[in-house]
T-cell receptor, first 110, second 118 residues
């Protein structure tokens, strides 16, 4: 069955460092991969989308890579800030359906 | 940007009662709306997809008669949890898309509704 794996343990980093989150998937060939931010008790907020034929996408302090051979996406936040603390969800879209990972909780310490 | 609202944000009800959750697209017409359910520290699980004016398509394992979905207009969809039980307690999130069909339709998410069934 289709499966998405994200770091189940929380990621703790120091302010100013780069946070790197991982999304691995199996039994799936997504056409698109998205990253969302979700704060406690809130709905997800769209951050970035990357297509299957793209290797890398950037938006301000965010960078996403997509390796369809490894079936992996990496999500980077550079110059991290305490305000970046949240849960980050990876989502894959293919075959007219989108599935979500469970998310990785990021804590950025001042 | 596209804004989606949900009402209520929190609801507590007694077991056996029905609860209606509204999802509205405030500044765009939502051809397609999605309803998700999320348990703590788990991923969003798609419950159903609804297109305006037609019946919702439910995911496998989701009871149609228990989770009634109505998408009567291009800006409003409702989810009614009928005869709610404590195991229905969860975080319900809707999303809306301006287009239908195609491989990818950007979804704009609502803020979610926390349902607690006593």
């Amino acid at each position: 069955s289709q499966k998405i794996e994200q770091n189940s343990e929380a990621l703790n980093i120091q302010e100013g460092k780069t946070a790197t989150l991982t999304c691995n998937y199996t039994n799936y060939s997504p056409a698109y991969l998205q990253w969302y931010r979700q704060d406690p008790g809130r709905g997800p907020v769209f951050l970035l989308l990357i297509r299957e034929n793209e290797k890398e996408k950037r938006k301000e302090r965010l960078k996403v890579t997509f390796d369809t051979t490894l079936k992996q996406s990496l999500f980077h936040i550079t110059a991290s800030q305490p305000a970046d603390s949240a849960t980050y969800l990876c989502a894959l879209t293919g075959g007219f359906k989108t599935i979500f990972g469970a998310g990785t909780r990021l804590f950025v310490k001042a | 940007g596209a804004v989606v609202s949900q009402h209520p944000s929190r609801v507590i009800c007694k077991s056996g009662t029905s609860v209606k959750i509204e999802c509205r697209s405030l500044d765009f017409q939502a051809t397609t709306m999605f309803w998700y359910r999320q348990f703590p520290k788990q991923s969003l699980m798609l419950m159903a997809t609804s297109n305006e004016g037609s019946k919702a398509t439910y995911e496998q394992g989701v009871e149609k008669d228990k989770f009634l979905i109505n998408h009567a207009s291009l800006t409003l969809s409702t989810l009614t949890v009928t005869s709610a039980h404590p195991e229905d307690s969860s975080f319900y999130i809707c999303s809306a898309s301006e287009t239908s069909g195609g491989v990818y339709n950007e979804q704009f998410f609502g803020p979610g509704t926390r349902l607690t069934v006593l």
